[in-house]
């Protein structure tokens, strides 16, 4: 009788290794390709010049338009996908709610708002800055939610309709305030700006966006186990050791200050926080421990390339990039839900 061979067991170094050279390839690709492709050497060559000290003979044009203009936007979004779908990560398993995604729970809207607030009426007199005002918007939009779905029976049917009807109301008041108080010129840079563009980002920026993507990755790895619980229930959680109310504030303010970040820098995108953790728990599973990383990289890339797609789609425009997530994710969610149901 022979015995069948077993497949040798995959080293777990090879996954962190995978990912970063995925990653790394993501980034000098959003970095070479876009409104004016530009070789793969060219790009290498002004890396080199500017991280190692290097002195390659560059074109000094192509060389700021690489270093001063797509790498921080490539880095940036990056992060803002990573933190977005780390986002929704967090608010599926704490809602229990497949979903729930900052955009759907009102946390973008109220992101958006507090963000046009500051810009449009100068509230703070300037001591408050927009990332500020996103952060404060945010979590007066989730506040607001969580209340009302409370009142509402606090089931999770509730919460996601209350998500809704906070979006709404604070979409409405981001339109009044433009409508009130932004002159021609500032109305269509703010709402273009809301469907989610990169297009003004540089260096200082990436100084907000991977912090606040760092930070959220750390909570949710140092609290993948606790998420793991609250699958089965914030009873159940508790009933297992987890400090269910210190978990629920560390993670919803780790989810906030992303959510408000990334919104102040580049307008509200959605999809990213819907999308991407379904897709990786199918290729991981819905232990947290991976799926947290997965997501993480799967958003940082989606983004990446979300951004060359924007850049690349019409010849001599930028398509905002909230447009291109939403034409990809809502085909790839369809067919999602067509995918559970036939499993159900």
Same mark, same amino acid.
């Given at each position: ?14 996954w ?36 190692? %000290?290097?002195?390659?003979?560059v ?58 607030? *500051? +810009? ?5 007199? !300037?001591?408050? %800055?927009?990332?500020? %005002? ?6 007066s ?69 991977i ?27 508790a009933?297992?050791?987890?400090? *269910? =109310? ?6 919803? %303010?780790?989810? +906030? ?23 990786? =728990?199918?290729?991981? !599973?819905?232990?947290? !421990? ?14 990446i ?11 001599g425009?930028?398509?905002?990039i ?6 990809? !994710? ?10 559970? =149901? =036939?499993?159900?």
């Open positions: 009788m022979t015995v069948p061979a077993t497949r040798p067991a995959v080293p777990a170094i090879i962190p290794v995978a990912g970063a050279v995925i990653l790394v390839l993501a980034v000098l690709g959003g970095v070479a390709i876009g409104e004016t492709a530009l070789p793969f050497d060219l790009v290498l060559k002004v890396l080199a010049n500017n991280l190692l %000290g290097a002195s390659h003979q074109n000094a044009i192509d060389a700021g338009i690489l270093w001063s203009y797509r790498l921080p936007r490539v880095l940036v979004a990056a992060a803002c996908g990573a933190g977005l779908a780390l986002s929704g990560v967090v608010l599926q398993s704490l809602v229990r709610n497949a979903l729930a995604d900052p955009y759907l729970l009102g946390v973008s809207a109220g992101a958006g708002t507090g963000a046009v607030a *500051v +810009t449009i009426l100068g509230l703070g007199g !300037g001591v408050i %800055g927009m990332s500020v %005002g996103a952060f404060i918007g945010a979590a939009s989730f506040a607001m939610v969580v209340i009302l779905a409370r009142v509402a029976g606090g089931g999770s049917a509730q919460l996601v309709l209350a998500g809704i009807a906070g979006s709404q109301l604070f979409n409405a008041l981001t339109s009044f305030l433009i409508t009130r108080s932004a002159n021609a010129e500032q109305a269509r840079g703010i709402m273009y700006w809301l469907l989610g563009n990169l297009s003004g980002v540089r260096w200082p920026d990436t100084a907000l966006a912090p606040a993507a760092a930070i959220g990755l750390l909570a949710c790895v140092w609290h993948a186990r606790a998420m793991d619980a609250f699958s089965f229930g914030a009873s159940a959680a009933s297992l050791g987890v400090s *269910v =109310r210190k978990v629920q504030v560390v993670l919803i %303010g780790a989810t +906030t200050l992303m959510t408000a970040t990334m919104v102040s820098l580049v307008g509200s995108i959605g999809f990213v926080g819907l999308v991407i953790p379904h897709a990786m =728990r199918f290729v991981v !599973g819905p232990r947290h !421990g991976r799926l947290v990383l997965a997501s993480a990289l799967a958003g940082a890339v989606f983004l390339a979300a951004d060359i797609i924007s850049r690349i789609l019409i010849p425009r930028v398509v905002p909230g447009v291109v997530t939403a034409l990809i !994710g809502a085909p790839g969610f369809a067919m999602i839900l067509v995918r559970n =149901r =036939r499993q159900a």
